[in-house]
């Protein structure tokens, strides 16, 4: 049985990110006829996060979804999205073990998300391996070329790096 609530999300859900106002309007409602619906304050997190840079609100709807929902895939990875952006690599790590153990979890994005973390602490050999990890594991032809571009930038990052250390050598 759908609830109020369930309806409005479907409508913000369905003008996202087209209608942006219809969107906020939609998700208003929809968390008004019930706070702690999960996928109204995911795709609210994700309207925060994404269009109004508002990071600690969209931090918060990201917890309140969980907390009604905590084996939400979706909204664990858009969490995480967040906390990279935040470079809260701590916080991202725990997450990403969390993530490891629920049904349905993409290990190739998971295997991304840890070489990101690698590559922000500037390890980049470990980015690559990574990376490569998640390529094996992938099996959509549209992700393997966005991996390829991933390691094509941690490696040029590499040589860069190989330069720097020529030039102080």
């Known amino acids: 049985m759908y609830t109020l609530a369930d309806k409005y999300?479907?409508?913000?859900?369905?003008?996202?990110?087209?209608n942006l106002e219809e969107t906020?309007?939609?998700?208003?409602?929809?968390?008004?006829y019930d706070p702690e619906h999960a996928a109204a304050n995911r795709l609210m997190g994700v309207?925060?996060?994404?269009?109004?840079?508002?990071?600690?609100g969209a931090e918060e709807c990201f917890c309140l979804s969980l907390a009604t929902d905590p084996d939400s895939l979706e909204t664990c990875g858009e969490y995480l999205q967040l906390?990279?952006?935040?470079k809260?690599?701590?916080e991202a790590r725990r997450l990403i073990?969390?993530?490891?153990?629920?049904?349905?979890?993409?290990i190739a994005r998971l295997l991304a998300a840890r070489a990101r973390l690698s590559?922000?602490?500037?390890?980049y050999d470990e980015a690559l391996h990574l990376l490569r990890e998640a390529m094996l594991e992938t099996c959509c032809s549209?992700?393997?070329?966005?991996l390829e571009e991933e390691k094509e930038r941690v490696q040029s990052k590499c040589e860069m790096l190989s330069q720097i250390k020529a030039v102080i050598v």
């Open 119 to 123: 590559e922000m602490s500037r390890a």
């Open 142 to 146: 549209t992700y393997m070329m966005f």
């Open 47 to 56: 309207m925060k996060r994404e269009e109004l840079k508002d990071y600690k």
């Open 24 to 32: 906020l309007e939609n998700l208003e409602y929809a968390l008004s």
């Open 97 to 106: 073990c969390y993530m490891e153990k629920l049904p349905g979890a993409d």
């Open 83 to 86: 906390l990279l952006i935040l």
């Open 88 to 90: 809260k690599t701590k």
């Open 9 to 18: 999300y479907v409508k913000a859900a369905d003008e996202y990110p087209f």
